[in-house]
């Protein structure tokens, strides 16, 4: 009987192991409209695109869960994510600050906001993404050079991965957005999903 239960231990041993090194792990997409996929279907979005290219790359044990919510400004990064994170995610992709910019909100008062948020989430041990947006040129170069900046100096104080600007050939382009010029269809969805992909593949 001894070798039997031998062997079932063994079976049991590596069925655990099995289970664990396909432990589901989440990714949080913590943004606004563009995120939520405003004017687009939810399965069209980019979080959900970003899902099956994860999946189709091997990374199956990753689910993607959208929290975009629109009209969000950085203000309501922490109290969201210290909402989000009941779920204990693993990761998290930060996407805010479009409607601060547009808004014309004051870029120290927008990076202190990220920058909390950024705080927090690597207080409980969860990986940060970090998502560039840049602003429109009729801004001014003073504000837009700030904004753009604002990014890339957050990214190199707490050392996470940067995706320099997730609408990377789709802003501004009117055959990638709807008809408000802000928000992207479809097809520039697609275009957010493969510039995020190439950083994230890696990152996680």
């Keep these: 009987m001894r070798p039997f239960l031998f062997f079932i231990s063994a079976l049991i ?4 192991l099995s ?12 943004g606004d409209s563009i995120t939520e996929g405003y004017g687009v279907a939810k399965s069209a ?11 189709e790359a091997g990374k199956k044990e990753w689910t993607v869960i959208n929290s975009g919510v629109s009209g969000s400004t950085t203000a ?3 109290s969201r994510m210290k909402w989000l994170f009941k779920s204990k995610p693993d990761a998290v992709l930060l996407v805010l600050g479009a409607n601060d910019g547009l808004r014309g909100l004051k870029v120290e008062a927008s ?10 989430a690597q207080s409980q041990k969860v990986k940060v993404i970090l998502g560039g947006l840049y602003m429109p040129p009729n801004y001014g170069k003073d504000y837009t050079d ?3 900046k604002m990014y890339s100096d957050l990214a190199a104080k707490y050392k996470v991965t940067l995706i320099p600007f997730i ?5 501004g382009d009117p ?14 969805h697609k275009i957010i999903a493969d510039t995020i992909f190439k950083v994230l593949k890696g990152a996680l």
């Design 76 to 78: 309501s990064g922490l």
């Design 167 to 171: 609408l990377d050939k789709v802003g």
């Design 111 to 120: 990076q202190k906001n990220l920058a909390d948020a950024i705080e927090y």
């Design 146 to 148: 700030q904004f753009k």
């Design 175 to 188: 055959k990638y957005n709807l008809a408000d010029g802000i928000h992207p269809n479809e097809e520039g």
């Design 45 to 55: 979005a980019y979080p959900t695109l970003l899902e099956k290219k994860l999946h």
């Design 19 to 30: 289970a664990n090194a396909f432990a589901e792990k989440k990714l949080v997409v913590l």
């Design 13 to 16: 041993s590596f069925s655990l």
